[in-house]
């Protein structure tokens, strides 16, 4: 089985000038394609070529050795990218309503707070990774940080963190210097004007 580049659900251009169409081409067409390419190069004629890309995120330890560390860049690297498409788009909803914006409430006390602690976590990730905002299976929400192309789905042992991501923000420097140079943190502030609330909610029911 051959993973596959899935298609962004929106023009290069539709979340323009948040991210622009320039980035969103190096974004998609190469950075993600490029982990695409070499996750399959490195799973080709192994025990794991038939795995999708999630089993191989979450079962590391059964991975070969040999290509554990291709593997968890790579598979995570689209993971991660194919999730963040979907979590972005033009003309969102400006807030979340319903049983996430209660879970929301509950545990950060406004929406404002959540996007503090996200652009937090975001702006004070060494190097390169993600924010996250994950829940568990009772619906407890947390915001954590990821190093590299690492996801919570990895679990304590491997990304240090545990849960299900129903929000995540990329700060890899490919996700923004072309529209903001080195001024992550204006980023950060920027991209939530194109979050999906709706995608948002979705995954949190289905925890």
Known sequence: MSIELPALPYAYDALAPVISQETMEFHHDKHHAAYVTNLNNAIKDTEVADWSAESLITNLSAVPEAIRGGVRNNAGGHVNHSLFWELLTPGSASAPTGALAEAISATFGSLD??????????????????????TDSDGKLSVVSTANQDTP???????????TPILGIDVWEHAYYIDYRNARPKYLEAIWSVVNWDKVAELYAAR
């Open 153 to 163: 789905l990895m679990g304590i042992a491997v990304a240090g963190c545990t849960g």
């Open 113 to 134: 707070a959540l996007k503090e602690a996200v652009n937090k976590a975001g702006a004070t990730r060494f190097g390169s990774g993600w924010a996250w905002l994950v």
